[in-house]
């Protein structure tokens, strides 16, 4: 979204304010014998920035004619790249908004859209950086050869000490600054962009189907399954445990029957079971056996079944 909506702009911001600047310096030259005097020469500059090319007159002091001066350097190769850069990242721009709003799903098939928008947000990243770099230090010396004082000393009236020299008017840098800090703003922008063409790819697709864990979610994984094996054989060991026996199932009941000075004692029959689905439990109990005197007669092993 940032790509949409921002880089058309800044792209435009600055190569339109490199493209378009114009300088002026205006110098007045004074002669010490007051035959020529307030003399003006003005001095004019701009893009491309072929400062060896432009060239103005200069009167001379002890003679009735001029001399013809040119100023140094050639700064048209980083200008034009600077400038070229901004006009091409202003088109793809463009046409990447088009794309990303009225063709997203074609955009979108077969990862061929967002693998392109990938290579090009990169070289654009770089191109951006190489001709941001080259326009700041071309921008620095273009001041250094247009510096008034640098000026003055090309002119031969002037390095005679008893003519008067003096700058009227300076150049103003403020559009080709503002150009430079929009260079460095458009280097931001596409590198940020970087990271957000990239999770359109399949490359960052193919990576997320086998995320690896971090050694906190393996913490909170094994912890997990550490709690549920003890829930697990927490509810087997209640499962396989022994039932009490039910009172109820084996009601034994005795009857006494008063009679002759004897006491009997009878079991009464086995309860009805109860309809359960589950398995009945068996344990080993220990067997009593009483004679008619209520007196233990033997002991042995006996089987309960308790049905669920």
Same mark, same amino acid.
């Given at each position: 979204?940032?790509?949409v909506?921002?880089?058309?702009?800044?792209?435009?911001?600055?190569?339109?304010?490199?493209?378009?600047?114009?300088?002026?310096?205006?110098?007045?030259?004074?002669?010490?014998?007051?035959?020529?005097g307030?003399?003006?020469?003005?001095?004019?500059?701009?893009?491309?920035f072929?400062?060896?090319?432009?060239? +103005?007159?200069?009167?001379?002091?002890?003679?009735?004619?001029?001399?013809?001066?040119?100023?140094?350097?050639?700064?048209? =190769?980083? $200008?034009?790249? +600077?400038l070229?850069?901004?006009?091409?990242?202003?088109?793809?721009?463009?046409? $990447?908004?088009?794309?990303?709003?009225?063709?997203?799903?074609?955009?979108?098939?077969?990862?061929?859209?967002?693998?392109?928008?990938?290579?090009?947000?990169?070289?654009?990243?770089?191109?951006?950086? @190489?001709?941001?770099?080259c326009w $700041?230090? $071309?921008?620095?010396?273009?001041?250094?050869? %247009?510096?008034?004082?640098? @000026?003055?000393?090309?002119?031969?009236?002037?390095?005679?000490? /008893?003519?008067?020299? %003096?700058?009227?008017q300076? #150049?103003?840098?403020?559009?080709?600054? %503002?150009?430079?800090? +929009?260079?460095?703003?458009?280097?931001?922008?596409? @590198?940020g962009?970087?990271?957000f063409?990239?999770?359109? %790819?399949?490359?960052?697709?193919?990576? *997320?189907?086998?995320?690896t864990?971090?050694?906190?979610?393996?913490?909170?994984? /094994?912890?997990?399954?550490?709690?549920?094996?003890?829930s697990?054989?927490?509810q087997s060991? /209640?499962?396989?445990? #022994?039932?009490?026996?039910?009172?109820?199932s084996?009601? *034994?009941?005795?009857?006494?029957?008063?009679?002759?000075?004897?006491?009997?004692?009878? *079991?009464? =029959?086995?309860s *009805?079971?109860? @309809? =359960?689905?589950s398995? #009945?439990?068996?344990?080993l109990?220990k067997?009593?056996?009483?004679?008619?005197?209520?007196? /233990?007669?033997?002991?042995?092993?006996?089987?309960f079944?308790?049905q669920?």
């Amino acid at each position: 979204m940032c790509m949409v909506i921002f880089a058309p702009i800044f792209a435009i911001c600055a190569f339109a304010t490199c493209g378009g600047y114009y300088g002026h310096l205006q110098v007045k030259v004074d002669c010490a014998d007051r035959r020529q005097g307030n003399l003006s020469i003005n001095i004019d500059f701009g893009y491309p920035f072929r400062l060896k090319e432009v060239h +103005f007159k200069a009167p001379l002091c002890d003679a009735k004619r001029d001399e013809i001066l040119f100023l140094d350097g050639d700064f048209s =190769s980083p $200008a034009q790249f +600077f400038l070229i850069v901004g006009v091409f990242a202003f088109l793809y721009s463009l046409l $990447a908004t088009i794309v990303y709003v009225f063709y997203q799903n074609k955009y979108l098939k077969h990862n061929r859209g967002p693998l392109v928008d990938f290579l090009v947000t990169l070289t654009f990243s770089f191109m951006w950086l @190489v001709s941001s770099c080259c326009w $700041a230090k $071309a921008l620095s010396d273009i001041k250094t050869a %247009t510096n008034p004082t640098q @000026v003055l000393l090309l002119f031969s009236a002037c390095r005679a000490q /008893e003519n008067k020299c %003096t700058v009227t008017q300076e #150049p103003r840098w403020s559009r080709l600054n %503002t150009s430079v800090v +929009f260079g460095f703003v458009n280097i931001v922008l596409w @590198v940020g962009n970087i990271w957000f063409v990239f999770k359109e %790819t399949g490359w960052y697709k193919t990576g *997320q189907r086998y995320p690896t864990r971090s050694a906190s979610g393996k913490r909170a994984s /094994e912890m997990r399954q550490r709690l549920y094996s003890e829930s697990s054989f927490e509810q087997s060991e /209640e499962s396989f445990a #022994p039932q009490p026996s039910r009172q109820d199932s084996f009601n *034994q009941s005795k009857v006494e029957l008063k009679g002759g000075g004897q006491h009997v004692h009878r *079991q009464s =029959s086995f309860s *009805q079971p109860q @309809v =359960s689905l589950s398995l #009945p439990h068996a344990y080993l109990g220990k067997q009593v056996v009483y004679d008619r005197e209520n007196k /233990e007669v033997s002991k042995g092993p006996r089987i309960f079944v308790n049905q669920m």
